[in-house]
């Protein structure tokens, strides 16, 4: 049974270029959320998402970024016009919110942001 | 604001002792508290507390809540030079079931 799966692990954009950054799921699990890992800082939330719905994005940055699970496919964390600043660890994790939800977390994409 | 404290923040021991760590939190919606592991890539789940003053243990490994002090603590007997890594701490919030977690202790365990 595959744990959560990101991919790409490494990615270098240059600034004003877009990233992409995918999650699936371990099998089985509707509830996906990404978290990203500014350097010397801990994990912070940044979006939670069931199936085709976002349910909380509270700690989403207002503009640039957008995320989405579809009804097929993995999900997308997309950064549009990457800044320096975006430089950081994502990770992606998923649960089955009825095993008291507990959150298994992929090995996260490191973006670097030239 | 949401707040968790783990301390120390960073901890060097050798092989055979025992640490224990620390973790503080203020967190609205309290709903339960995950501890992980992380040592190179995805942080590892160690153990949910949901209740008050009852230990879970694995192994080597034991945590327990106090939700009067808004607290809990993870211990590590009989250390091993596997047990080097970040452990983090993370209260989830009811709802919108997001992890708040600290900065993390990270933990050395020298031969």
């Known amino acids: 049974n595959a744990g959560v799966m990101q991919n790409p692990r490494h990615l270098v954009r240059r600034r004003g270029q877009e990233a992409r950054l995918r999650c699936s799921p371990m099998k089985g699990h509707s509830h996906v959320y990404w978290y990203r890992q500014l350097p010397e800082e801990g994990l912070k939330f940044m979006v939670y998402?069931?199936?085709?719905?976002?349910?909380?994005e509270s700690g989403m940055p207002k503009e640039r970024f957008s995320a989405e699970f579809p009804k097929e496919g993995p999900s997308i964390l997309r950064i549009q016009q990457v800044v320096r600043g975006d430089s950081a660890a994502y990770f992606c994790a998923s649960s089955l919110l009825t095993s008291g939800n507990i959150q298994y977390f992929g090995a996260g994409t490191r973006l670097s942001v030239l | 604001e949401d707040k968790v404290v783990q301390s120390p923040l960073s901890l060097v021991v050798h092989e055979g002792d025992t640490v224990t760590l620390n973790c503080s939190y203020e967190v609205t919606n309290f709903r339960s508290l995950l501890w992980y592991k992380q040592e190179k890539k995805a942080p590892t789940f160690l153990f949910m507390l949901t209740s008050s003053g009852i230990e879970k243990k694995s192994g080597r490994l034991s945590s327990i809540l106090d939700k009067k002090e808004l607290s809990s603590i993870l211990n590590i007997t009989a250390t091993q030079t596997g047990d080097s890594a970040i452990y983090l701490c993370a209260p989830r919030q009811g709802g919108s079931e997001k992890l708040v977690f600290g900065k993390g202790t990270k933990l050395t365990v020298n031969p």
């Open positions: 998402l069931q199936k085709e719905n976002i349910i909380d």
